[in-house]
């Protein structure tokens, strides 16, 4: 009888470990699926948003753990996965370049819901964020024309906060940008460019040639992806998310390289307004200031 | 039977079991009630659709705690009172003693778990979500599994070790598995090689956090993953070997 137990009792621990086995989630997990169905049911919405040849399926999206990637490649409809060591340690949203090809490294969905509670940024917004860097790369070689020069985020951010003047007329034209967003719209769009750019020139005097050529690629490049993912958040989650989580601290000036991703991405929306066709022969070969004075003359 | 019976009667007679109940009942009723408010994100949460969730994670640690507080010293207390030996007289052999004391532990954690689900229903009558009763007791039976994971790991691990070790070890193995979502991602940031090693610990850590949230899921329709029911059943079957084969060198 107790030989019986004991048998019995070893027999549901077999079938248990053949059960935790069969069970077992391999290649592409559930909720990481749900997330690029996401992306491509936004896609079929919004489209490429006005960046031209730009889709956020065109680029192999790989989910990390930071031990093992599981990429994913999507063809008309099918994901085809395979899987490799993470490229990148760490929790990383990113770009990986494997050959010539561009791909979208993204946390998996398990381990982002729990970073998601405190920043609010769901996972599908950050996988359209670095699939639009992607883009920029492998559509339209930003990559190929950065110049040595450019200082890393931290670094600029480091030397640029802390010049009293230099943060006073950013945070001027941070807030000069945000009265795009004033529902009364009491200002019109050629007004608010014209004093932006007045004021943008004053505090170019103040930065060094690779402080200005750093801050042009970054607004230009984090901006322009900050853009594109709010634009799906704002799709996914309604006006209150879309404002609280991207237009109303738009105009603070805060330290770090955020700064640069809310100032990009008013720029692309005062671009909106200026012309709405800009985008259409936008290849990242000018910085966003640029575009906003050639517009403005255009009018004039 | 009897050695179970008898100690669900001892634990049912102990102050701790109620004062313990008594304040997860209130914790509960503070956030079901406008007494009290979660707020998540700068927003108030008042939806008790969105909060039950995240209550479900409170009762399921509180029941955990009563589990853990009521299982670290039946074993040791048996011995001290020298009942084993009564027991051995009678012909019962260790591996079956331990088991039943266990099983016991198990019940009285069950109804204290249980008793706070209901206060769950309750409030959840009393906010007008009579229409998810059934999916809050379905959610009760992941802290069945919950409370017999510490259960049965804290009654081995009492067999072998002294209730203060025992104690430690069990709090934080308790801990560790009720924050395994957090602490998942800590790791997860990391690099390097204190990275893998925590990883690693991650891994074998009771996937309790896990079990609270396919709870969750069941009450808001969500897919729930049937892998975290079968790593726990096979949990509490890992422990469970314990209690059959550690011996107590006093008997």
New interface residues.
């Given amino acids: 009888m107790?030989k019986l137990g004991f048998v019995l009792?070893f027999l549901?621990?077999a079938v248990?470990?053949l059960?935790?086995f069969a069970?077992?989630?391999k290649g592409l997990k559930?909720n990481n699926r749900t997330e690029l169905d996401r992306v491509v049911s936004d896609y079929e919405e919004l489209g490429d948003m006005g960046f031209k040849g730009f889709c956020p399926m065109n680029y192999k999206i790989a989910f990390s753990?930071?031990?093992k990637d599981v990429v994913v490649d999507y063809h008309g409809g099918d994901y085809k996965v395979s899987e490799r060591a993470a490229v990148y340690?760490?929790?990383v949203g990113s770009i990986y370049k494997n050959g010539e090809e561009y791909e979208v490294v993204v946390?998996e969905y398990?381990?982002w819901?729990?970073?998601q509670?405190f920043s609010?940024e769901q996972l599908s917004a950050v996988i359209w964020h670095e699939s639009f860097h992607a883009y920029q790369n492998a559509y339209c070689g930003l990559a190929d024309r950065v110049s040595t020069k450019i200082m890393s985020e931290t670094e600029l951010s480091e030397h640029v906060d802390h010049d009293t003047e230099m943060k006073r007329l950013y945070a001027k034209e941070l807030e000069i940008l945000s009265r795009l967003l004033d529902e009364e719209k009491t200002c019109n769009a050629t007004e608010i460019a014209l004093e932006y750019i007045h004021t943008a020139e004053e505090r170019d005097w103040l930065l060094t040639e690779e402080e200005k050529l750093s801050e042009a690629l970054y607004e230009m490049m984090e901006g322009s992806a900050y853009y594109v993912e709010s634009r799906v958040v704002r799709y996914e989650n309604g006006e209150a998310v879309y404002a609280k989580n991207y237009l109303n601290s738009a105009a603070e000036y805060v330290n770090g390289n955020s700064k640069y991703y809310h100032h990009g991405m008013l720029q692309c929306m005062l671009l909106d307004e200026l012309d709405p066709q800009w985008k259409d022969s936008y290849a990242f070969d000018k910085n966003l200031d640029e575009v906003i004075t050639q517009c403005v003359a255009a009018e004039r | 039977m009897e050695i179970t019976i008898n100690v669900v009667r001892e634990k049912i007679r102990k102050k701790t079991l109620y004062i313990t109940t008594i304040l997860g009942i209130l914790v509960v009723a503070l956030f079901s009630t406008d007494m009290g408010s979660l707020t998540?994100?700068g927003k108030r949460i008042n939806d008790y659709y969105v909060l039950i969730p995240i209550l479900i994670n409170v009762v399921n640690f509180l029941a955990g705690a009563i589990a853990l507080a009521i299982s670290v010293t039946t074993v040791p207390n048996e011995y001290e009172r020298r009942t084993s030996h009564l027991v051995w007289s009678r012909g019962v052999?260790q591996g079956r003693y331990h088991f039943s004391l266990a099983a016991g532990n198990m019940i009285v954690s069950w109804i204290s778990g249980g008793i706070l689900y209901a206060t769950l229903c309750i409030f959840a009558i009393v906010n007008g979500y009579a229409n998810i009763l059934g999916k809050i007791i379905g959610a009760s039976l992941f802290m069945l599994l919950y409370v017999a994971i510490i259960c049965m790991l804290t009654t081995a691990l009492s067999i072998q070790l002294p209730v203060a070790v025992t104690g430690v070890i069990m709090i934080l193995l308790f801990a560790g598995g009720a924050f395994r979502?957090?602490l998942?991602?800590v790791a997860?940031?990391?690099?390097?090689v204190g990275?893998?090693v925590i990883?690693r610990i991650l891994q074998i850590l009771p996937n309790l956090a896990g079990l609270s949230k396919q709870a969750g899921n069941l009450v808001q329709g969500n897919?729930i993953?049937?892998?975290v029911i079968?790593?726990s059943?096979?949990f509490i079957?890992?422990a469970?070997?314990g209690v059959?084969f550690f011996r107590k060198k006093e008997a």
């Fill in positions: 107790k009792y549901v621990g248990l470990v059960a935790a069970t077992k989630e559930e753990n930071g031990e340690e760490g929790l946390p398990d381990t819901i729990n970073l509670a609010g | 998540v994100g052999d979502s957090i998942t991602l997860a940031a990391l690099t390097g990275g893998k990883k897919p993953n049937v892998n079968i790593t059943l096979l079957w890992i469970g070997l059959l």
